[in-house]
Nanobody, 120 residues
Framework: VQLQASGGGLAQAGGSLRLSCAAS????????MAWFRQAPAKEREFVAD????????SYKDSVKGRFTVSRDNAKNTVYLQMNSLKPEDTAVYYC??????????????WGQGTQVTVSS
C-alpha cells in the first residue's frame, strides 16, 4: 500500500490543522493506521492510531483531548484533527499502516511526512 500524507502547514498556538493520509494499492480497511511525528533532533514518536473499522483509537498522553484520529474507509483516508496546537507539536508528521497494530519502527508502510509548524 502507498501512503500520501498532506495537510501540514503553519499554525498559531491554539489553532487547528487537519492532516490527511490517502492510501492506494491495497485494501485500506484491512490496515491498522497510525500517526507518528518527529521533531528536529528528536526521535520519532507515536501520536495516535486507529483500528480497521475505527472502533478503537489510542493517543499519546500529551495530545489526548486535543487530537482526534479518524478514518473513512470509503475514501481510503485516515485523518488527524489537531486542535489547541502548541509549539511543542511542531514536527514532521507521518502516517503508517500495517495489517495489525505495531510498535514504532515495526509498521511496514509509511507515508512521506508532512511538516507541521506551530508558532507561539
Amino acid at each position: 500500500v502507498q501512503l500520501q500524507a498532506s495537510g501540514g502547514g503553519l499554525a498559531q498556538a491554539g489553532g487547528s490543522l487537519r492532516l490527511s493520509c490517502a492510501a492506494s494499492g491495497g485494501d485500506f480497511s484491512s490496515y491498522y493506521m497510525a500517526w507518528f511525528r518527529q521533531a528536529p533532533a528528536k526521535e520519532r514518536e507515536f501520536v495516535a492510531d486507529i483500528s480497521w473499522t475505527g472502533a478503537t483509537t489510542s493517543y499519546k498522553d500529551s495530545v489526548k483531548g486535543r487530537f482526534t484520529v479518524s478514518r473513512d474507509n470509503a475514501k481510503n483516508t485516515v485523518y488527524l484533527q489537531m486542535n489547541s496546537l502548541k509549539p511543542e507539536d511542531t514536527a514532521v508528521y507521518y502516517c503508517a499502516a500495517d495489517t495489525s497494530r505495531q510498535g514504532l519502527g515495526y509498521y511496514n508502510y509509511w507515508g512521506q511526512g508532512t511538516q507541521v509548524t506551530v508558532s507561539s
